[in-house]
């Protein structure tokens, strides 16, 4: 089985600084992929990034980027310049590949940022 | 951009009531999906379903539910006699593959059931 774990329930970083949540997992597997969601207060689960695990390359979009490291089965996130808008509740998820039919995801507990102006 | 689109966005419920949750999935999506959110904790995985019939699903989808794509175009979720503890936010989801680029979620449907 996957599991997922989000050790930070809670964070806070001011506007315009940088700041990284974390994320483990645990599998078994050896193809897989990581991504990381945003519920935003609307409660909309907003897809950030999304890592394959077989690609060493750390996954960025804009200011999202990720520090993905296989042997230890982390997958965290780096947030910079941080917005406003970035205040939100941050999910980690794995999802295994699969040949066949379609592919679930197993989600962390979650961090809840709020980002101070 | 397309979008997922979920309706109701809030349904009030009794206990031992049917309900049908709708989604409306990405037109050229092939996969689709729901999941559920107990206020407070995790999204939790409830069924996948491809080419017409359930491709996976999870401990928590009981013979309570059940998924249908009725016309092409609808993909619903119905709860035959809901409980207190199936109150929660139900997402939709549809992708254009087999999901490993991620998801286009709907924004909810969250279920009070009294």
């Known amino acids: 089985a996957q599991t997922v774990t989000q050790s930070q329930p809670e964070m806070s970083v001011q506007e315009a600084e940088t700041v990284t949540l974390s994320c483990t997992y645990d599998t078994s597997e050896n193809n897989y992929y990581l991504f990381w969601y945003k519920q935003p207060p609307s409660r909309q689960m907003i897809l950030v990034i999304r890592?394959?695990?077989?690609?060493?390359q750390n996954a960025t979009e804009n200011r999202f980027s990720v520090n993905f490291q296989k042997a230890a089965k982390s997958f965290s996130l780096k947030i910079s310049d941080s917005q406003l808008g970035d205040t939100a509740m941050y999910f980690c998820?794995?999802?295994?590949?699969?040949?066949?039919?379609?592919?679930?995801?197993?989600f962390g507990t979650g961090t809840r940022l709020t980002v101070i102006p | 951009e397309p979008e997922v689109t979920q309706t109701p966005s809030h349904q009030v419920t009794q206990m031992g009531q049917e309900v049908i949750l709708r989604c409306v999935p990405i037109s050229n999506h092939l996969y689709f999906y729901w999941y559920r959110q107990i206020l407070g904790q995790k999204v939790e995985f409830l069924v996948s379903?491809?080419?017409?019939?359930?491709?996976?699903k999870s401990e928590i989808f009981d013979d309570q539910f059940s998924v249908e794509r009725p016309d092409g175009s609808n993909f619903t979720l119905k709860i035959r006699s809901t409980k207190l503890e199936d109150s929660a936010m139900y997402f939709c989801?549809?992708?254009?593959?087999?999901?490993?680029?991620?998801?286009?979620f709907g924004s909810g449907t969250r279920l009070t059931v009294v």
């Open positions: 890592q394959e695990a077989y690609k060493q």
């Open positions: 989801a549809s992708s254009g593959t087999q999901g490993s680029y991620g998801y286009t």
């Open positions: 379903f491809y080419n017409n019939e359930i491709s996976e």
């Open positions: 998820a794995f999802m295994k590949h699969e040949i066949t039919g379609a592919n679930n995801l197993f």
